[in-house]
């Protein structure tokens, strides 16, 4: 089993920055496919980034490419997700998630963290 446990969210005002950590146990991220999914109230759980098990490809969704930098750190079994010029539409829980192939939607996830919150003000 791996477990998954985000932090670093919060209330930050329109333009500002957040970063995201998502801490693994139980198996080792160079064995897993990684990545940040996001739902916001009312809305269905959305992809945002990834990166493939190598670590070496990450992959975005148009609406945060050139704005969010997902990172991993397989030493220290961590993930991260910075986020830029943070946009009130950003504002969700943001979910950490893993699995053995990809993670390029909801459907490809095996381990979801419990999520961490980040409201963005206008």
């Known amino acids: 089993q791996v477990q998954l446990v985000e932090s670093g969210g919060g209330l930050v005002q329109s333009g500002g920055s957040l970063r995201l950590s998502c801490a693994a146990s139980?198996?080792?991220?160079?064995?897993?496919?990684t990545g940040w999914f996001r739902q916001a109230p009312g809305k269905e759980r959305e992809f945002v980034a990834r990166?493939?098990?190598?670590?070496?490809?990450?992959y975005y969704a148009d609406s945060v490419r050139g704005r969010f930098t997902i990172s991993g750190d397989n030493a220290k079994n961590m993930v991260y997700l910075q986020m830029n010029s943070l946009k009130p539409e950003d504002t969700a829980v943001y979910y950490c998630a893993a699995a053995t192939t990809t993670v390029r939607k909801v459907d490809d996830v095996e381990y979801w963290g419990k999520g961490t919150l980040v409201t963005v003000s206008s």
């Open positions: 139980g198996r080792t991220f160079g064995t897993l496919a």
């Open positions: 990166l493939s098990r190598s670590g070496r490809l990450s």
